[in-house]
């Protein structure tokens, strides 16, 4: 199975921007690509976007399009998520997880951001 | 967007006995390909999720066979045969068909 490990935990203000990473152990053809996830401690999972690692597309749902942004760095086997203009509600956990198409089968560990004044 | 609603929300359990969790989605969950990306998910507590059913009813690399995943369409249903302690936690369907949503989650505990 495919390992995905992100970075540490955040602490940033209201309005500030935050981009975390998740570095996968390898890429296999079977990859279709990396979703984001997030969780507000205590509650569901919320889907936060998804990116192709064969080509770039992404698709962000309408809840954070405009202010999320993910890249893919293929020769590091890194993803990346950007979220701008940060406000108390987006304090949670992220996780990166390996879609094999229709489906993640790979999680990262998640990433804490914190947003506080 | 589709909403997936599951039931129970809470689920207490004695060990060693059956669980049965439900799942629906507002809209038929059949691909174009003719595939349904329906999902199960396991959260423990402390722990990142873990997907333990694909495509309604294929279970993962390692899961027990005590777990299986049954449906079609828009209803889908997650057994346990007998509990263990470890299955403490919270589990969520998901769908994979149209992008991706989440239940609600279901939180499985020991009577």
């Known amino acids: 199975q495919v390992q995905l490990v992100q970075s540490g935990a955040e602490v940033k203000k209201p309005g500030a921007s935050v981009k975390v990473s998740c570095k996968a152990s390898s890429l296999p053809s079977n990859t279709h690509g990396i979703s984001w996830v997030r969780q507000v401690p205590g509650q569901g999972l919320e889907w936060m976007g998804w990116i192709s690692t064969r080509n770039g597309n992404t698709i962000y749902p309408h809840k954070v399009q405009g202010r999320v942004t993910m890249t893919t760095d293929t020769s590091t086997t890194t993803a990346y998520m950007e979220l701008r203009s940060l406000r108390s509600e987006d304090t949670a956990l992220y996780y990166c997880?390996?879609?094999?198409?229709?489906?993640?089968?790979?999680w990262g560990q998640g990433t804490l951001v914190t947003v506080s004044s | 967007d589709i909403v997936m609603t599951q039931s129970p929300l809470s689920l207490p359990v004695t060990l060693g006995q059956a669980a049965s969790i439900s799942c629906r989605s507002s809209?038929?969950?059949?691909?174009?390909?003719?595939?349904?990306?329906l999902n199960w998910l396991q959260q423990r507590p402390g722990q990142s999720p873990r997907r333990l059913i694909y495509k309604v009813s294929n279970r993962d690399s390692g899961v027990p066979d005590r777990f299986s995943g049954s449906g079609s369409g828009t209803e889908f249903t997650l057994k346990i045969s007998r509990v263990e302690a470890e299955d403490v936690g919270v589990y969520y369907c998901m769908q994979g068909t149209h992008w991706r949503t989440f239940g609600q989650g279901t939180k499985l505990e020991i009577k």
């Open positions: 997880a390996r879609d094999t198409g229709g489906g993640e089968d790979s």
């Open positions: 809209e038929s969950l059949v691909h174009s390909d003719g595939n349904t990306y």
